[in-house]
């Protein structure tokens, strides 16, 4: 089981509260009456999935129902970092951290 950071919360919390809703950072078409049928189609349907380090959107369901950001390895489960929506996330595919910072805010731990 894991615990993970809210970073709207505040607290780690049981993974048993949350619910992954797919991959983050998929922009909405502006202007979604001018798309084709195959934009569209590739908008609602196609989604990355990596092995590795996947930035996933979540929700709070059984909290504060907030929706926010988890960058996650696909492999080992592990999530390396929590943030809010609009936020960039520190750690990139490289599975390295964008910033100056070593330490990363919001991880997630395995009991």
Known sequence: MLHIFCPHCGE???E???HASGQAHIARPLDPNACSD?????YMFYRDNPRGIHHELWDH???????????RDTVTYEILETYKI???P?????G????????????????
């Open 61 to 71: 369901v059984a909290g504060c129902r907030q929706y926010f950001n988890v960058t």
């Open 16 to 18: 048993e509260e949350f």
């Open 90 to 94: 520190q750690v990139t595919a490289s």
């Open 96 to 111: 390295k951290a964008t910033s100056a910072a070593s330490t990363v805010k919001g991880q997630g731990e395995k009991v």
């Open 38 to 42: 195959e934009e569209w189609g590739t």
């Open 86 to 88: 609009g936020e960039k």
């Open 12 to 14: 780690l919390r049981s």
